[in-house]
Every structure is written in C-alpha cells, then in structure tokens.
T-cell receptor, first 115, second 111 residues
Framework: GAVVSQHPSWVICKSGTSVKIECRSLDFQATTMFWYRQFPKQSLMLMATSNEGSKATYEQGVEKDKFLINHASLTLSTLTVTSAHPEDSSFYIC???????????FGQGTRLTVV | AQSVTQLGSHVSVSEGALVLLRCNYSSSVPPYLFWYVQYPNQGLQLLLKYTTGATLVKGINGFEAEFKKSETSFHLTKPSAHMSDAAEYFCAVSDRWQFYFGTGTSLTVIP
C-alpha cells in the first residue's frame, strides 16, 4: 500500500513554544489530508481536512489560530501547534488520500508532550 | 449523516479462539467500510475494506469481515486468535469524503 510518513514521531516542548508536525505522502499525490487527535484509550477525533492549495476545513471546536494547517503541495501537509500548552499534549495522526482512492493511508503518529 | 458503533470497548479471547469484533454503521449514502488496527504509539494500519462487490472481504493477518446491508453491520472475524493480534481495532465508514471512526475495541489475547 501507499506510504505516509509523519515526523517527528515524538516531541517534547516547553509551554508557550510552537511545534510543527509534517506529514508526507511518499509514493502518491495526496489531494486530501486529514489531521486527527487521539486521547489515550479513545478514538480518533478529526481536527481538520485539507485539500492541496486551499485552506483547511476545521471541525467545530478546533481553534484555527492554534492549530495551523498548511497543505502547500500534493505530498506535504504540516500541522503547527502554536503557543502550546500542557493540555495540547496528545497523539496527533495524519492521513492522506489521493485521487480516486477509496482509502486513506495513515502516518505513524506524533506524540506531543508539552511541559 | 454517517456514524459507527463498535459494541464492546474491550474483548478478551484465548489464543486459538475465534475473534469477533462488532461494528454497526449508519450512512446516508452507500458506505465504504473499513477496519483498521492500531498498535501502541503507532498510526493506523488497514486490515480490510469494503467498497463494492463481494460482501465478504478478506484482509491481512487472517481477518475477514462481512458487509450485511440489512443489518447495517460490518463485523470483523478471525478463526484463531494469535498473541500478536492484541491491539486496538477501529471500524470506520466513509462517505467518500471523510472517514468516521468508531470508538475502538481493545482486543486482549490470553495465552
């Protein structure tokens, strides 16, 4: 299957700093990328959906100014957590879908810890 | 609107026993249905999917699932559980735009 690479796999940052997470589709063009947040022992919560070259569509309750999503190319999307706080600590997962693909391919996830 | 219900947040089976993880869905369009597996601190890996055609779909690692439209179900089964099957399993439905996930079922395999 197609490969989606997410980087970094884990990051620790100080409260008030910003963190960028990258999601790359390695062998296909990702026309749509999804960003999820997952709390321990819970399901994936969709944060936003982005199409290449256009602004991301955020789910209700997700702060656009805090979670900046950029999908500038068909192989790369980034999620920047701005002014991170301890409550932003979580597992963030991206997924990507290309063209007429019926399935989405998932990155390995990023464990963010804000101290 | 689309939604997924996974009955049983925790399932325990003995090694070698049948695995049955339940998934019911609702969808306003003909659904695409998926089962994903997640190991600790990792992303999701596709086990199998149903889009069209044969309602019994086979996936990786010996898993299979049957799409039953009349029951709006897509239950996941495996004839004989292996220790390596212990993980979190998510059922998902897609309306071709977004994916909607169930709350997950944690599978424990008892030696």
């Amino acid at each position: 299957g197609a490969v989606v690479s997410q980087h970094p796999s884990w990051v620790i940052c100080k409260s008030g700093t910003s963190v960028k997470i990258e999601c790359r589709s390695l062998d296909f063009q990702a026309t749509t990328m999804f960003w999820y947040r997952q709390f321990p022992k819970q399901s994936l919560m969709l944060m936003a959906t982005s199409n290449e070259g256009s602004k991301a569509t955020y789910e209700q309750g997700v702060e656009k100014d805090k979670f900046l999503i950029n999908h500038a190319s068909l192989t790369l999307s980034t999620l920047t957590v701005t002014s991170a706080h301890p409550e932003d600590s979580s597992f963030y997962i991206c997924s990507a879908r290309g063209g007429t693909n019926t399935e989405a391919f998932f990155g390995q996830g990023t464990r963010l810890t804000v101290v | 609107a689309q939604s997924v219900t996974q009955l049983g947040s925790h399932v325990s089976v003995s090694e070698g026993a049948l695995v049955l993880l339940r998934c019911n869905y609702s969808s306003s369009v003909p659904p695409y249905l998926f089962w994903y597996v997640q190991y600790p601190n990792q992303g999701l890996q596709l086990l199998l999917k149903y889009t069209t055609g044969a309602t019994l779909v086979k996936g990786i690692n010996g898993f299979e699932a049957e799409f039953k439209k009349s029951e709006t179900s897509f239950h996941l089964t495996k004839p004989s559980a292996h220790m390596s099957d212990a993980a979190e399993y998510f059922c998902a439905v897609s309306d071709r735009w977004q994916f909607y996930f169930g709350t997950g079922t944690s599978l424990t395999v008892i030696p």
